[in-house]
Nanobody, 131 residues
Framework: QVQLMESGGGSVQTGGSLTLSCSASGSPSSRPCMAWFRQTPGNEREGVAALYGVKSYYDRSVTGRFIISQDNAKNTLNLQMNSLKPEDTAMYFC??????????????????????????WGQGTQVTVSS
């Protein structure tokens, strides 16, 4: 069983930075598909970024401002968030899964990200950006 726990959320002013971490106990595979999502009240969860090996994908709203990375030694997934905007305010969740057997590789990871249908989710950490 894989358990994910996010940390690092908080309140910052516009233009500030935060780094979120997702600590994983166990891993769904030796090369898991991992991602960050965010959700605001009354809205659906939306993808922020995905990572598979050395390949990453970013939603256009965060491209150039956010960086997704994995620390294998610490078994954590990180999201460095720079130049934060009020519209980045949300609950942020990390997710992990193996890639589909019928869609291996990075494209398979993006399949999970697009649906999204990750098997493992964290409880979330709140990010609030004030103007």
């Amino acid at each position: 069983q894989v358990q994910l726990m996010e940390s690092g959320g908080g309140s910052v002013q516009t233009g500030g930075s935060l780094t979120l971490s997702c600590s994983a106990s166990g891993s769904p595979s030796s090369r898991p598909c991992m991602a960050w999502f965010r959700q605001t009240p009354g809205n659906e969860r939306e993808g922020v970024a995905a990572l598979y090996g050395v390949k990453s994908y970013y939603d256009r709203s965060v491209t150039g401002r956010f960086i997704i990375s994995q620390d294998n030694a610490k078994n954590t997934l990180n999201l460095q968030m720079n130049s934060l905007k009020p519209e980045d305010t949300a609950m942020y969740f990390c997710a992990a899964d193996t890639v589909p057997t019928d869609a291996p590789g990075f494209l398979g990871c993006l399949t999970h990200y697009a649906k999204p249908d990750f098997k493992y989710w964290g409880q979330g950490t709140q990010v609030t950006v004030s103007s």
